[in-house]
């Protein structure tokens, strides 16, 4: 149950994104919508740099968080999914071909290591690339290094807390 609710938080914020650049665009005379778009862009500023450039821009409005953030947010919201549809099969039993699934409990720390060193790859090269030449990868490239390691981040996170039942 725990882990549906860390995978239920996962998904409410990374949807909290674009709903807050939404909330944003709307006219101010909207107040519930320009307070809940301020607390959003208030907590990613205490999270991210926010910087314009490294952001993407959704209904003429930037983005709470950077395009690598926005990523990693992403990220962990399909590795959820995906951990939520794992969940329910295996509290329902084998699917039709048979597997139930991997068992619940993290795989161990030698595994969760692993896959973090192994998703943090993309990211770092992305990092190297661009303080050795002083070229900026598109935010397109910065969002799809984060998606590959907050997927990986949650998919540790969700297993270690399934462990926990």
Known sequence: ???????????????????????????ADRSAAQVFAF??????SAICHQRDERSFHLFAEQLPVCARCTGLYAGAAIAAIWYVGLFRRRASGPGPSGVEGPPSGAAGTGTARLLLASAAVPMAASLVYEWTTGDVPSNVVR?????????AVANVILAAVDSTR
Do not use: Q
């Not at 149950?1 to 006219?27: F, H």
């Not at 969002?143 to 997927?151: D, K, L, P």
């Open 143 to 151: 969002a799809g290094t984060g998606i590959v390691f907050g997927s």
């Open 1 to 27: 149950m725990t882990g549906l609710l860390v995978a239920g938080a996962a998904v409410v914020w990374a949807a909290m994104l674009p709903a807050a650049a939404y909330a944003a665009a709307l006219p």
């Open 39 to 44: 607390a959003v862009y208030a907590f990613g």
